[in-house]
């Protein structure tokens, strides 16, 4: 019975309002409709054309525009309505932003300067072009004037690696935790211009000596690079450059935090944890060793290298006829296929 009520109450009341009043209320609550039935899947949300709708009708009808609203509230037409007068003055007071530019002649007569007295800073030229009458910032020189190179180029990292692959190798550490939760390092040397793993070798306690003591051991009956890359790690000790220097080597640190410029020797690393370690687990210090080792042998005669265009580090005559046979390695976590002579 209340319900009739309120529906006569509002009737009584509707006949009585203006037919403006009316008119725009009808049209308000038609347009909120139009956009509940709109097909969606998801909660109705205003388009642009709709703010720009209900901004306007807040202007025109000042008193009453708040009472019709459902979908929306009141505080977000007025911020609708800041941005879009934000957008207005932005397009009203539109123009050339920064400083005008210099004139065509004046940046010629810049680089006319510049070129013309080489040993000139931008705060001389600035003088010159008082004398001259013409005002111009320094930065304004600085932009406009043609300097050449600060220092003549040099070769980038990349083709340094590239011209001296054959006489470079790269040397990096990784550790490996064993089955009793104790860490093993793995000292590792590879050639840059076969991707050869040369040398290899376990400790669990790294020390200056045992690390020289693998280079000796890595560099037998003369055979050397002639530029070895290293990181910055304390346990190379202090005077690794110096030893290197005096057997004919040269040590080259890459720069701190900088894993690119030693790139081979950290990719030859994740080649070893994804193909090898990471699917085993290492007993001791021993069980790691005859795992590297065998892994090597793989690696350097049987493993077929991408920058080699899948040719193998040890280049090897191979027979191309007969039957093909497998032979497991590492326990048959890969096989290599060879056919029998």
């Not at 070769?155 to 040397?171: D, I, V």
Request: one cysteine or more; proline letters at 6%.
């Amino acid at each position: 019975m209340l319900e009739y009520l309120l529906l006569l109450f509002s009737l009584i009341r509707a006949t009585l309002r203006d037919r403006d009043a009316l008119v725009t209320e009808n049209l308000l609550l038609r347009h909120q409709l139009a956009v509940l039935t709109r097909p969606t899947r998801k909660r109705p949300r205003l388009r642009a054309r709709d703010r720009l709708f209900w901004v306007v009708v807040r202007a025109l009808r000042r008193g009453d525009w708040r009472r019709h609203l459902v979908l929306v509230r009141p505080e977000s037409v007025i911020r609708w309505h800041r941005q879009a007068w934000r957008l207005v003055w932005r397009w009203r007071s539109r123009g050339p932003l920064g400083r005008p530019r210099l004139s065509v002649e004046v940046r010629e007569l810049i680089a006319t300067m510049a070129r013309d007295n080489p040993r000139w800073g931008s705060e001389r030229i600035r003088g010159e072009l008082l004398k001259l009458g013409l005002v111009v910032s320094k930065r304004s020189i600085q932009r406009y004037r043609q300097r050449g190179p600060a220092h003549l180029p040099s070769q980038t990292w990349r083709t340094f690696l590239a011209n001296h692959a054959h006489h470079l190798w790269a040397a990096d550490l990784l550790t490996v935790q064993t089955l009793t939760f104790k860490t093993l390092y793995v000292l590792v040397f590879i050639a840059h211009g076969r991707r050869e793993l040369m040398h290899v070798n376990v400790t669990s306690h790294p020390t200056a000596a045992w690390v020289w003591r693998q280079v000796i051991e890595a560099t037998p009956w003369g055979r050397k690079p002639r530029h070895l890359l290293r990181d910055h790690d304390a346990v190379y000790g202090r005077d690794f450059q110096a030893r290197a220097e005096r057997i004919g080597i040269d040590a080259i640190t890459t720069p701190v935090a900088s894993p690119r410029a030693n790139a081979v020797a950290e990719r030859v690393i994740g080649t070893l944890r994804r193909e090898c370690l990471d699917h085993l687990i290492i007993l001791n210090e021993q069980h790691l060793s005859s795992v590297l080792a065998e892994f090597l042998r793989y690696y350097n005669a049987e493993r077929p290298h991408r920058t080699l265009h899948l040719e193998t580090p040890e280049p090897a005559l191979r027979p191309v006829e007969g039957p093909v046979r497998s032979r497991p390695v590492l326990g048959g976590l890969h096989h290599v296929y060879e056919r029998a002579a």
